[in-house]
């Protein structure tokens, strides 16, 4: 049996300090409900646990209508959806907050462990790329900003450094007539992982999308920014063609695998089908919002 | 026959409490896990990461020298079992097999096999040293599909194995010699399917494919052991059946079978899959090397890998049938995965493939093939889900055909009283047409389907269930309540069911029966809390040993009133003379004076009993397919099942749904996913897919009461039919939605979707 060290800092500098003194061995700790279930299963080993709960500002949740939203890496999902102000504002991430797992997972799992776990399959990460999320970083060199959509690099791999860690994830305050959505496929309605998933945010101008984001969870090493397929609509009506063309677009950008969870055929099938759906519904949110 | 109304029951048909209850929804109940010695190791089971290898050596020097490790065991510290039959009453094993399966003597033959064992003082340790194992295999090509298996080039599992044939089902069988992965081939025969064919005005002939599916009970195997000085053995377990764990134990480690004594603890869930023995085998060895009381658990991924789901299959069925409607031939083959050791349960499949309908012509040829997957065990009407699935999909495609409606068409083909199965056997009285009546009858049936892709589909089931042996005893307590000593596990609620037969008898409420659990050592035999028999069979000892007890009482009562013993009469819980009429004791007021008439009265009584009563059932489902992701939404369930009298209809009720819940998780989603190497890769509960409460519709169940003449409170088996009908009736459903016939369990979305692919590019070819 290999012992760990759990430690609890405070501060940020403290938790830098923890995480810089083990290097690889260390690893943060936020709602737990990846990293406990792949230490048990032997699938990750650490010498250190660094939880970030009792920090502070990772725990902060701050909205404004002008200056956006802004989600301390530890803050559990059930935080955000039960807030109705963030609900109304930031529709994807309230699509993805309240499926993550179920109640009993909500009341633990944070955005900021489901993204820096960078499984492909995250369900809040498309939705996060799809509202333009920030993430903000600390380390031992200081602050530094991230897109969200450059945050993942391999499955389980991320551009955080040796003694760097999550602070939180900010969001631009959406813009008039802004609407966005979050979808994944599981065989199931609940406790799955998604066999393909789709995130879309627009910004209308009467008829017109002049803004769209369309982001793609499970059909890649990393979730996927499909900048094309938010280029297709942006200029356009959001005809049936025009939708169709984005979700080939988005369907170009999938690099899916076969395996347990469906075949590559069969995923690229459901990003072009949850695209649609994902930006129908984005858009009649624009027109409610 | 009295109908359940004519009986006037006052206890039966009531819906008591649970004795169990309380400790249940506290918490207080204790589990095998919860059940602790002093001085208790922890042993866990090193398994094979191959699904087919030679095991070379076994080096356990560095685990032994491990600090805190007191024992390690391999398959050579079993004794080499007698290559003999034994009955475990549902499948059949033979004890080279069993010795073999629980711990691997030269060959690992799945991935999961046992191959060593370790008992330390922890579990962390017991872990650490599993990793300080060992083990050099030479891997083989593993084989892993039953008609891949069947290939004559095929590599063997057992390469000593030869085929046993049985012609029909009476026949001793003859060995064919044949060095093969089949190991046994039965044929069933009635009439001439041939000529049925030919007087077929329709014919359908389809494959089906279904995939390996686990029992999925929450509670893991688990067992406490303690191998004493004396050689007695005491094990405290998870069992559905103790008795006949305790005769498998006495097999394999060859020690007689009155120095082994089981206690059941509370069970959570078994579904056939607690009827064989696993770690109790090496938890007793690892006990007598280390002189201390050993405990295991097995984690989840250990019971998908390394228990006994149900088999997979591939099969072939045809059937016929007339302009009007009459099904004149049936014809099926039958391939049931094994797993690594032979004892599939592809002859109760064949027995009840046909059996809900009357057909004059039947052939069915079955084969029993061992692959590289764990052996299967028992999993609720074992082997008919799939035989029914394959058959209730080819009678839906004639009825269409026929354009008759599908219920109509069951109805008029079903088989009744006196009708023969293919195995020549005349059904008894029971409730086949009944059932379908019943659904016909329903909102259900009559309601519209409110939108489009959407499908209803029937489909029936028969399980012929079994009888086996039960002993009972009562003791009658001196405030007028009885104490009712039982030998089966309770599963599903038997406690209350058995206390309430009890109660009937005596005519006093089911809360003054006071039921208990017997380890081996105090009670008589009793058969497995399986084959929906548990019920069944103990009510016909409770009728006998409560029938004792009066004749007791009466006797007391005759002595008080000084009179003879045939003027006492006994009815509705009074004792009364016949002579005069002011003479009356309740049971209470007569168990009161037991003790100034001559003592207490307890009576025990042990019975075999035949006419286990057979169960039919036709399930309706309702369901809306997503044409584009394929997903499957149950909309709406409901099924009617003939149950005998049903004792305890909540509990009655909670087989019929858990049953049809099983059956939808079967047909849509579960599976064991195997990569080519013969690794299962899918064996968490987040990966195996089991429904969810948000996957399941309200599944109503409609108890048919056609009571068992053969038993004396009227019951038949209820617990297992209700999985039998859920396949076929879903595949239909989805038929009925988007117009695909799906030939493959489970009908996953992704294969749905293919499906409807593949149909629209036939018709873009075809116009
Ligand atoms: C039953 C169950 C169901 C689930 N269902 C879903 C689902 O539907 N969809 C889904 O996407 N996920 C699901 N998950 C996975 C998990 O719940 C989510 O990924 C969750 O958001 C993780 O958050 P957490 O706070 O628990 O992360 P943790 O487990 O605490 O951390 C996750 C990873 O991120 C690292 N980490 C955490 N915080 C930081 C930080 N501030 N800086 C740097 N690294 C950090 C950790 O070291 C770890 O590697 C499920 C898990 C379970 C157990």
Known sequence: MRPIEYVAPTTVEEAVAALVEKGEAARPLAGGTDILVQLRGGRRAVDRIVDVKKIPELNELSYDPQSGLRVGAAVPCHRIYEDDAIAEAYPGLMDAATLIGGIQIQGRASLGGNLCNAAPSGDSIPALIAHNAIAEVAGPGGRRDVPVEDFCTAPGRTVLGPGEFLVAMRMPAPPANFGASYLRFIPRNEMDIAVAGAGASVVMDGDTVTECRVALASVAPTPVFAEEAGAALVGKAPSDEAIAEAAQAARAAAKPISDMRGTAEYRTHLVGVLTTRALRNAIQRAKEA | ?767
């Open chain 2, 1 to 767: 026959m009295t109908t359940v109304e004519e009986r006037n029951y006052k206890v039966i048909g009531t819906r008591p409490i649970r004795h169990d209850g309380a400790d249940k929804v506290t918490g207080r109940a204790i589990y095998g896990i919860d059940f602790h010695l002093t001085g208790e190791l922890w042993g866990k089971i090193l398994r094979s990461p191959h699904a087919h290898a030679n095991i070379v050596r076994i080096d356990t020097s560095k685990a032994e020298a491990l600090p805190g490790v007191r024992a390690v065991i391999t398959g050579r510290d079993l004794p080499v079992a007698a290559d003999m039959e034994i009955d475990d009453g549902e499948t059949s094993l033979n004890t080279m097999h069993l010795s073999n399966n629980v711990m691997a003597h030269r060959k690992a033959l799945y991935r999961g096999h046992a191959v060593a064992a370790v008992a330390a003082d922890n579990q962390h340790i017991a872990e650490d040293a599993l990793a300080l194992i060992e083990v050099e295999y030479e891997v083989l090509p593993p084989v892993l599909i039953g008609r891949d298996a069947m290939k004559p080039d095929a590599p063997l599992l057992h390469p000593e194995q030869t085929t046993k044939t049985m012609a029909y089902r009476f026949d001793p069988g003859t060995d064919t010699g044949d060095k093969s992965n089949v190991a046994g081939r039965t044929e069933m025969r009635l009439g001439d399917v041939d000529e049925g064919f030919k007087n077929a005005d329709v014919i359908v002939e389809r494959e089906f494919t279904t995939n390996w599916v686990h029992q999925g009970y929450i509670e893991a195997q688990n067992a406490t052991v303690l191998w004493n000085n004396d050689d007695s053995i005491q094990v405290w377990n998870s069992s559905q059946g103790t008795f006949n764990q305790r005769q498998l134990m006495a097999e394999i480690l060859k020690h007689p079978v009155s120095k082994i004594r089981i206690t059941p603890q509370e069970i959570g869930g078994g579904f056939g899959g607690k009827i064989p023995v696993y770690l109790e085998v090496p938890a007793a060895v690892l006990s007598k090397k280390s002189g201390r009381p050993v405990k295991m658990m097995m984690t989840r991924a250990e019971v998908f890998e390394g228990t006994g789901p149900a088999s997979g299959s591939q099969m072939v069925c045809k059937m016929g049938a007339t302009r009007d409607g009459k099904i004149t031939a049936a014809y099926a083959e039958l391939v049931f995965e094994a797993g690594a050791f032979p004892g599939s349960a592809v002859g109760a499949g064949a027995q009840g493939m046909f059996t809900t309908y009357n057909i004059e012509n039947v052939l069915i040829h079955a084969y029993d093939v061992v692959v590289n997957k764990p052996k299967s065990a028992a999993y609720r009407s074992p082997g008919t889900p799939q035989t029914c699935y394959a058959a209730e999909s080819v009678v839906d495609e004639l009825a269409k055909k026929l354009g008759i409606d599908p219920l109509e068409f069951r109805i008029k083909n079903a088989a009744r009283e006196g009708d023969r199965r293919a195995d020549g056997v005349q059904h008894p009285i029971m409730g086949n047409t009944e059932c379908m009546e019943a659904l016909k009858a329903t909102d259900h049936y009559k309601s519209d389907l409110g939108g489009p892709n959407r499908g209803r589909g029937v489909a029936s089931g028969y399980w012929g269930n079994a009888g086996m042996p039960a002993s009972c005893a009562v003791s009658i307590n001196p405030d007028g309540t009885v104490s009712l000593a039982e030998g089966s596990p309770d599963i599903g609620g038997s406690r209350v069911s058995l206390a309430m037969m009890t109660a009937e008898s005596f005519g006093i409420p089911a809360e003054d029966v006071i039921p208990s659990i017997k380890d081996t050592d105090s009670i008589g035999y009793n058969g497995l809390t399986a084959g929906s028999s548990t019920t069944l069979r103990n009510g016909v000892a409770i009728a006998q040993v409560a029938k004792q007890a009066v004749d007791l009482m009466r006797a007391r009562a005759a002595r008080l009133w000084e009179t003879d013993v045939d003027n006492v009469d006994f009815a509705d819980g009074v004792f009364f003379s016949k002579a005069e009429s002011e003479l009356k004791l309740t049971f209470k007021e007569m168990a009161g004076k037991l003790m100034e008439t001559g003592g207490p009265i307890s009576t025990a009584a042990s019975v075999a009993p035949r006419g286990a009563g057979p169960s039919f059932s036709t399930h309706m489902v309702d369901v809306e397919v997503d044409p584009e992701t394929g997903k499957v939404e149950v909309l709406k369930y409901t099924a009617a099942q003939d149950v005998g009298v049903a004792i305890h209809p909540s509990y009655v009720e909670g087989q019929v749904q858990g049953g049809a819940a099983q059956g939808i998780g079967w047909a849509l989603n579960e599976e064991y996913f195997y990569d080519g190497d013969g690794r299962m890769v899918n064996s968490s509960y987040l990966d195996y897919r089991m429904p969810t409460s948000l996957d399941l519709p309200d599944i109503d169940a409609i108890l048919v009461q056609v009571p068992n003449p053969d038993h004396p409170f009227g019951v038949r088996g209820v617990a297992e039919i209700s999985i039998v009908p859920p396949l076929g009736a879903l595949a239909n459903a989805i038929e009925a939605a988007v117009g695909v016939r799906m030939q493959e369990l489970p009908m996953a979305p992704h294969k749905i979707v293919k499906a409807l692919w593949d149909k629209e590019s036939e018709s873009n070819g075809a116009g």
